[in-house]
Nanobody, 121 residues
Framework: QVQLVESGGGLVQAGGSLRLSCAAS????????TAWFRQAPGKEREIVAA????????YYADSMKGRFTISRDNAKNTVYLQMNSLKPEDTAVYYC??????????????WGQGTQVIVFS
């Protein structure tokens, strides 16, 4: 299995940017489709973006298109989420996840512990 550790969360003013990182260890990272999810207080967890094993295909939730960019560096066993033009409604705990399935997978087997992002106006 694979272990995931997120970092890069914090406090940022609306309109600002943050880059989240997710470091993987364990089995071969390039074997896994990876994704970022988020969960805001009182809300259900939602997918933010996903990236294929090779990094050549991506998926974004509609509300994140054009503002967020997911990428991965398999040599460094790391996946990133660049978040620009942040809004207060982006405030949430952000989770990294990995699956043996493809980009369209609805379930992810491996999860990190999450990193908090707070956007203030």
């Amino acid at each position: 299995q694979v272990q995931l550790v997120e970092s890069g969360g914090g406090l940022v003013q609306a309109g600002g940017s943050l880059r989240l990182s997710c470091a993987a260890s364990g089995r071969t990272f390039s074997n896994y489709t990876t994704a970022w999810f988020r969960q805001a207080p009182g809300k259900e967890r939602e997918i933010v973006a996903a990236i294929s094993r090779s990094g050549d295909s991506t998926y974004y939730a509609d509300s994140m298109k054009g503002r967020f960019t997911i990428s991965r560096d398999n040599a460094k066993n790391t996946v990133y989420l660049q978040m620009n033009s942040l809004k207060p409604e982006d405030t949430a705990v952000y989770y990294c996840a990995a699956t043996n399935g493809g980009l369209g997978s609805r379930s992810y087997e491996y999860w990190g512990q999450g990193t908090q992002v707070i956007v203030f106006s």
